[in-house]
């Protein structure tokens, strides 16, 4: 997932797709598999396919030493399916697994995630064919997961600068603990209570674009409940619009360049910002750029403002509420301290 460098890659991706599927359109034959070879990605050759006489798209990778798991260990989503298949090919040693489109799943989102996962494919940094797979899968996953929640378009503003700010976080923890904990810790694309799950607690992100006054607003009672999980903190993170920033996918990608080396984890940081919402095929869309202006943390106690179960009165279930971050009377914590007493370092 390289964005905007990659827009003429999308393009060559998506042009050679389509013309072979429509290519195979044109063949009757028995049923069985027609497929035709349009490139490799490392070792593993790709290649575009018809099942007939079902005669939807497929698209099909070949694995020559990778544990395929079984069929029934595989994702399957809404308007696709995944399996193993046995084709003719030029590659007869190789294992073959087949992204199929159901009859009732739409083609452009078939398409777009085929063209999706070949370019994830082959931007693959390492040789290792075990994590090629995995990486497969897990990006397979992930647009699972989209299609479930039926995620469409490009983020809203608010969560655009959302999603900025967790980057933010993350590319300051890249810099105190191992990429690996960092990376795994991000857990807000993953429906977590908090944003980031570090240590023995945790730290929710909130940002703002405001010159003034810092609105943050808290979705749940839990959000900011310290009985359930000590210690929390709040990190605030305030960007400034301008021309010399970055763009929110250019902030991902500033991230991904300094996973690089390590694939495993690039290909789990990936993961989670298509759970975000940020992903190729929209990264064209996003024109505003920010700087971070002001970051600052603070740590949830007994002072803070908040609303949490034990204080609402009995009875209410559900509430959501807003807290000024610059009118609140709470001593700010260095971001090394907080980690410190989270225990991450």
């Not at 405001?210 to 900011?224: C, E, N, Y």
């Not at 920033?245 to 996973?259: I, K, M, N, V, Y």
């Not at 690039?266 to 919402?277: N, Q, V």
């Not at 920010?290 to 034990?310: C, G, K, Q, Y």
């Amino acid at each position: 997932m390289f964005f905007g460098s990659r827009n003429m890659a999308i393009r060559n991706n998506l042009d050679e797709i389509q013309f072979a599927w429509r290519a195979l359109g044109e063949i009757t034959d028995s049923p069985g598999w027609n497929t035709i070879h349009i490139g490799n990605a490392g070792q593993c050759p790709i290649r575009a396919g018809r099942y007939f006489p079902v005669n939807t798209e497929a698209l099909l990778v070949g694995f020559l030493s990778a544990q395929i798991p079984l069929d029934a260990q595989l994702p399957r989503g809404q308007g696709f399916s995944v399996s193993t298949v046995s084709i003719p090919s030029d590659s007869p040693s190789h294992h073959w697994i087949a992204l199929s489109r159901q009859d009732n799943g739409s083609l452009d989102l078939f398409t777009t995630m085929a063209v999706d996962l070949i370019g994830m494919l082959r931007s693959f940094v390492g040789s290792d064919e075990n994590q090629r797979l995995q990486a497969f899968l897990t990006r397979i996953r992930a647009w699972q997961d989209f299609m479930r929640r039926g995620v469409k378009g490009v983020l809203g503003s608010e969560a655009e600068t959302g999603l900025f700010g967790e980057l933010i976080f993350l590319q300051k923890l890249l810099g105190k603990v191992p990429v690996s904990i960092a990376v795994d810790a991000w857990q807000g694309p993953l429906g977590g209570v908090q944003d980031f799950t570090l240590g023995t607690g945790a730290v929710e992100v909130k940002t703002t674009v405001q010159l003034h006054d810092f609105p943050a607003t808290i979705g749940t009672l839990d959000q900011l409940d310290d009985t359930h999980i000590q210690p929390l903190f709040i990190a605030a993170v305030r960007l400034s619009p301008d021309a010399s920033g970055l763009t929110l996918p250019e902030q991902a990608l500033a991230l991904r360049s300094q996973l690089a080396c390590e694939p495993t984890i690039l290909s789990i940081f990936d993961a989670r910002l298509f759970h975000a919402g940020l992903f190729d095929a929209n990264a064209g869309q996003y024109f505003r750029r920010f700087l971070l202006s002001e970051f600052r943390v603070f740590r949830i106690s007994d002072e803070f403002p908040r609303l949490i179960r034990v204080t609402v009165p009995v009875g209410i279930k559900k509430a959501g509420y807003q807290i000024d971050l610059d009118r609140i009377h709470s001593p700010e914590i260095d971001l090394h301290h907080a980690l410190q007493q989270l225990g991450a370092i």
